[in-house]
C-alpha cells in the first residue's frame, strides 16, 4: 500500500507559529523532504523531533521526485516542507505533488503559517480579493511589464520582494501604477517585523533613509482608486475612494484637489452628512 506525501506549513520566523497537528506529523513520518537540511533541523531540533531528513529543492527537485515518488510507492510516508511558511508557495514541491497525484499517491495539506496571509491580516489593505504575483522580474523592464499588467487587476496586489531590489521596485512601482497606496512588511513574526504604509514614493523615501535595507519582505499594493465623480454627492465620493482602499483623509484630499475646495470644506460636508 503506498504511502502518503504531506505537504506541511511551517514557521515563517517565530518557531511557535506551528499547529500541534504540524509537529505530530513531523514526528510520525518516514521522512521529511526540505530545501535545506540544516534550516530544518533547528525546527525539528526545537519540537525533539528526530526523523531522516533529504534535501528537495529548486536545483535537485526533477530528480529527488523520483527518489520519493518510489519510496511513497513502497509504503514510505513523506512529509514535504519549506525553510518557512506553506511548501508550493514560490518554493519547491509543485513537481512532486503533481507527480504523486498521478501516481494516485494521497496528498494531505497540513495548513499553517504564510507570508502572504499575515502580510495582508496586518496591511489595513482590502483583503476582499488580492491577487498574488510571486516574486517580481529582477530585470527592470519585465518588471515595468508586470506591473503594467497588473494595472488591470481589481484586487489589492500582493508580491515577494528581495532587500538588494526593493528600492527600484518601489520607484517602478511610483511611475506605473501611481498614488496607489502600499504597505512594504518586513521581517514577519521576528523581532524586527515591520510594517511600513504610504503611497510608493513615500516609503521609498523612508528606506532611503537608512544605511541599509535588509530583512525577508511582503510588498502589498492597493487597488486602484476610482476617479471621484463632481456631480454626486461629497459623502459618496469619498466612500466610493475608501471602498478601493484609499485611507479616509487622503480620499477627503483627493475629492478636494478635484473640486478645487479645501479639505476642511469636503471633511466638514462628510461630517454633517453623517449627522
Not at 51 to 59: A, E, G, M, N
Not at 76 to 84: F, K, Q, R, T
Request: aromatic fraction near 4%; charged fraction near 25%; glycine fraction near 8%.
Amino acid at each position: 500500500m503506498a504511502g502518503t506525501l504531506y505537504v506541511v506549513s511551517t514557521p515563517i520566523g517565530n518557531l511557535e507559529d506551528i499547529t500541534f497537528r504540524a509537529v505530530r506529523i513531523l514526528d510520525e513520518v518516514s521522512m521529511i523532504a526540505c530545501e535545506d537540511t540544516r534550516h530544518s533541523r533547528v525546527l525539528l531540533q526545537h519540537y525533539g523531533i528526530d526523523r531522516p531528513l533529504i534535501s528537495y529543492h529548486d536545483y535537485n527537485e526533477q530528480e529527488r521526485t523520483g527518489d520519493l515518488i518510489a519510496k511513497l510507492q513502497g509504503g514510505s510516508s513523506v512529509a514535504l516542507i519549506s525553510d518557512a511558511g506553506t511548501p508550493l508557495i514560490s518554493d519547491p514541491g509543485y513537481r512532486l505533488v503533481n507527480r504523486a497525484i498521478e501516481e494516485g499517491i494521497a496528498v494531505i495539506p497540513i495548513p499553517g503559517p504564510s507570508a502572504i496571509l499575515a502580510a495582508l491580516a496586518g496591511s489595513g489593505l482590502p483583503t476582499d480579493s488580492f491577487h498574488f504575483g510571486g516574486f517580481l522580474a529582477a530585470k527592470t523592464s519585465q518588471r515595468r511589464k508586470q506591473l503594467e499588467a497588473a494595472k488591470e487587476i481589481e484586487s489589492t496586489l500582493v508580491f515577494y520582494e528581495a532587500p538588494h531590489r526593493i528600492l527600484e521596485t518601489l520607484a517602478d512601482i511610483g511611475e506605473v501604477l501611481g498614488n496607489r497606496r502600499v504597505v512594504l512588511t518586513r521581517e514577519l513574526t521576528k523581532v524586527h517585523e515591520e510594517f511600513l504604509r504610504g503611497t510608493a514614493a513615500e516609503v521609498l523615501e523612508t528606506l532611503r533613509q537608512r544605511p541599509t535595507v535588509k530583512g525577508e519582505m511582503t510588498l502589498l499594493i492597493g487597488k486602484a482608486a476610482a476617479p471621484p465623480m463632481s456631480d454626486v454627492p461629497v459623502k459618496d465620493a469619498v466612500e466610493a475612494l475608501m471602498r478601493a482602499g484609499v485611507a479616509r483623509m487622503d480620499a477627503i484630499k483627493a475629492v478636494a484637489r478635484e473640486r478645487g475646495v479645501s479639505k476642511r470644506e469636503i471633511y466638514a460636508a462628510v461630517e454633517s452628512a453623517g449627522e
